[in-house]
């Protein structure tokens, strides 16, 4: 069986990368053996939050710029500032297609609140955590209230009210929080007080609780406006789920993102996924790429762990397979590897160089930068040094940035994602003509 | 505050003398500036020697061992595991140690057996194949904070003090004599305790409440490193038969298995600062792998090190070869101070006998004439054998694992901890099957401050994930709980994160790298930890 293209990983970067390459009629193959990291993102897209540990408001096209005429080999520098606005776009659009909407302040960043009552950058927000109309009800200076299910193990609004306390933005307005109960939710065994997120989502997405959760809701709020919630209003139907908990409570509904599962992040691999399959890509969930076939500096073909004997192969090949998290990037005793294709990785071989004394120090920790080396077209460097030239990277498994330093982890998988989608593109378009 | 007794130090020792003076009635203060068992007590292998470690080189230290062990299988069973030990040699040891451990062992009344290659190969499969001999001696394994935790509820149920979390910072002294201490903490700010009599039980560190009292003591600060990988792969404790040396013992607890040990001398001013140097990460590999091939195989979790309470002895410079026996010093007698004791060296599982030595010192001087009962009466936990078919038909659907490992932590006090309410068994920490019922029961009764101690009392944070989720769930259920404010509840998830950072640090590779990574995602990338200072010093105010 021979592709155009396959794509190893169905992450953020692998699915923006399959969707572009599918809408534009190439034959598209996804392998993808695990969850992603949007399993445990806070389904935000940052673009770029910080700097030097200190938030970037204002123009981020400024912002851009600079970090771009500073790092020339950050993903954003080799990509260049216009296809990320542009795959942002797409990216928006196909979302919206699928019926998530994301919101942002123009091209500038906005703040959401974390479980912890700080306040988090990004790009581009689903209309719970952020929305014009959120803005104001904060300015309204009306209370905010703070809710939490009883028993539910993973979120402690008292931490966070306290810090926004602290906070001079949200100083003058009335802040509580308060419990609801759990609806009576009896298909399951296990204790409820154990629940997951994704166990509350599914009992949000049964409407049979809506109106009981509705109630419950606006009698813990009095007469605070604005309610903040655990990330819990179901994933396939999200939007309209949370636009009818607005209408029965008469509340703007924020919802606060949580310890894994992340709801907000699993809503987006639902609506890509959905995408990529209008598109008639083809999917392949729980298998491994465990091997390549290399000939005269090209890829040959690749093997996975289900299909061992079975050779895959296709005119051009993405590696989006994510950083150490995903194993995209794996670590030895004194060795960093990509391996697959044994890619030259920018990392370096002394492993005590590799992370800070402190785990939050302010410079966060080198390892976080560390990846797969590529040229400005997305082609990695193989064994012998040479660039492989129908092989593209993207996503976390690249070098060079620092995806939870800079707020920068969303927005480099997708434009790196869409950039990888383009070349590839051209190159398969250039090579049917000729 | 007035007592009799001042013990300084919350270590085995400490927590030991505590238990032994109340249960003799005699009243007492601990003070300890940290937690309990945060000392030496908690940065050692936790193995129950049998003795057969010292029996070739210090038969006295030798015979203490066997027969404490002897004393703590009965009194402290649900902190001890008896699981055998071997003594291999390998095809480049000198093979004439044999004979000597074996001679040793017999002056020592310790029961080693000599038994065949393939024997010891049956008991211990993971063992490296090339082993030329192997003795079977009674080696088990001690759980230090269980230990001193154990000693420390004893001691409290009679009447026993405690304050943790508060420095010594000087000796009060009145004509010749001791009167009592001044201590510093966070929480309360200066205060003063006043006794007749101070038991200096800080380990190490007596050397600095000495020069508080104006006396010279001189320890010999010897640091040694130990690693863990995450995988119990040895059951038995597997020792080298050679001279004592780096990397030449292999320990199982829990649900790990421990390299042990380095031994390098260090200044004393570097006590608090303890690191673990790379190299030594490499020795030990190395060697570990010598007695077990696969042991590289499984994640290393965690490196950490101790320094051995090692008092100067004229001549003696190097670490493994002074005696580890103990010293216990009456001040009076030696520097014609009255009032102040001093009891150093020994081991982990000597603790009892030296707070028996202590104890009966002290007593006399006091004129109490009540014997010491420790060796007699068990640990609280260790009463009686609790029954998991008896726990599993009184809490039904309560799944077997998380009785398993209240009644494991706890012995026969799990009861305190077993209740019908299902809230009660919600996993906090899911590596560990830590309830929060356990962490309520340790916060209440157990002497809890913060996250760190609560990981002392129950394992909280010490699996394969080392706090990546129950870190925040558990600063938040303290909250809840009402035993800590919000600001307080942040800094010691930050805290923790850092303590158990100091331990991964050094072994980052591999899975290790992978789960640190995820873990800096939630906290600093979803949770913003790092960002506080923003917000609060109004930098987001353009928003
Ligand atoms: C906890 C956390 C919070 C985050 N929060 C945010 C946030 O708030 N905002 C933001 O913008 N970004 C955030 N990010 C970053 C962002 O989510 C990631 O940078 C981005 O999702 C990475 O996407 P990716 O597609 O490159 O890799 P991944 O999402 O890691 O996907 C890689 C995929 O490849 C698969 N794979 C790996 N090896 C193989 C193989 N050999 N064969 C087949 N499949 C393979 C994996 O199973 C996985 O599914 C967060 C990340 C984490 C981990
Ligand atoms: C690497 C290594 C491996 C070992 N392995 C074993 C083993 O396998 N088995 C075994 O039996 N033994 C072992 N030991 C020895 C054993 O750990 C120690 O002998 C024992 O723990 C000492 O206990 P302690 O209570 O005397 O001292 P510590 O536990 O150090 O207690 C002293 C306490 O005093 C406190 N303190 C200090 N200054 C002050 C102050 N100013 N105010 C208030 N409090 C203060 C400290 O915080 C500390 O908690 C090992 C030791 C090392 C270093």
Known sequence: MKYDCIIIGGGLAGLTC?????????????????????????????????????????????????????????????????????????????????????????????????????????????????????????????????????????????????????????????????????????????NMLEFRSIDLARVFEDETYLSKIAEDIRTGAGDADVVTLPDFIGIHNYEKLHARLEE??????????????????????????????????????????????????????????????????????????????????????????????????????????????????????????FGVETGTDLHPFGADAKKIKNLYCAGAILSGYNPVMEGSGGGVAISTGYKAALEVIKKIKKSSLE | METDVIIIGGGATGTGIARDLSLRGVRSILVEKDDIASGTTGRNHGLLHSGARYAVKDIDSAVECARENRILKKIARHCIEETGGLFVTLPEDDPSYQDRLMDGCSNAGIKAVEISCKDALAIEPRLNSSILSAIKVPDGTIDPFRLSSANMLSAMENGGKFITHAAVGSIIMKGGAVSGIECVSAKEGRFSIHANIIINAAGIWSQEICSLAGIKLKMLPSKGSMLIVDYRINRTVVNRCRVPSDGDIVVPGDTVSLIGTTSRSIEYNGIDDLRVDDDE???????????????????????????????????????????RGIVLIDHEERDGLKGLVTIVGGKLMTYRLMAEMASDLVTGKIGVSKKCLTARIPLPGSERLESLKKNLKLFPGISKSVIGSAMYRHGYRASKILKNDKKNYRQICECEMVTEGEIGYAMKSLNTGNITDLRRRTRIGMGPCQGALCTYRCAGLLNEMGHTTPGESLRMMEEFLEERWKGVRPVLWGDGLRESEFTYWIYQGLFGLGNIKNDNDGSSDEI
């Open chain 1, 18 to 190: 399959a969707i572009k390459c599918s809408s534009e009629g190439l034959s598209t193959a996804v392998i993808s053996c695990g969850a992603s990291a949007l399993h445990i993102a806070s389904g935000s897209i940052d673009l770029l939050g910080y700097s030097s540990g200190r938030y970037l408001t204002g123009d981020l096209d400024t912002h851009l710029d600079q970090l771009i005429k500073r790092k020339k080999n950050h993903p954003y520098a080799k990509i260049g500032k216009k296809c990320i606005w542009e795959s942002l776009e797409f990216f928006r659009q196909i979302l919206s297609k699928e019926r998530l909407n994301l919101f942002s302040m123009d091209k500038k960043n906005h703040f959401h609140i974390t479980s912890l009552g700080i306040l988090k950058p990004a790009y581009l927000s689903q209309r719970s955590i952020f929305n014009g109309r959120l803005l104001d009800s904060y300015k309204l200076k009306k209370g905010l209230v703070l809710l939490n299910f009883r028993g539910y193990r993973d979120y402690y609004p008292g931490l966070a009210m306290n810090q926004l306390k602290k906070n001079p933005l949200f100083r003058d307005i009335p802040l509580k929080t308060g419990l609801i109960e759990l609806p009576h939710y009896t298909k399951t065994a296990r």
């Open chain 1, 248 to 369: 029965m409570t008469g509340k703007s509904i924020i919802e606060i993102p949580n310890l894994p599962p992340s709801i907000p992040g699993m809503r987006i691999e639902h609506a890509l996924k959905t995408s990529y399959a209008s598109h008639g890509g083809e999917f392949s969930s729980g298998d491994r790429v465990t091997g390549c076939s290399m000939s005269r500096g090209m890829v040959e073909y690749i093997t996975t762990e289900n299909y061992s004997d079975t050779r895959l192969s296709a005119k051009c090949y993405i590696l989006a397979a994510g950083s150490f998290f995903s194993g995209g990037l794996k670590s030895g005793y004194n060795l960093i590897h990509e391996p697959i294709f044994n890619l030259k990785v920018a990392g370096g071989s002394d492993r005590t160089k590799w992370a800070s004394d402190q785990f939050f120090s302010r410079g966060s920790h080198p390892f976080m930068e």
């Open chain 2, 281 to 323: 990460i490499d020795i030990l590999i190395r060697n570990g792998e010598k007695l077990i091939p696969d042991i590289t195989r499984s994640r290393a979790l965690r490196a950490y090190a101790g320094v051995r309470p090692l008092l100067a002895v004229p001549g003696n410079t190097a670490g493994r070869d002074i005696s």
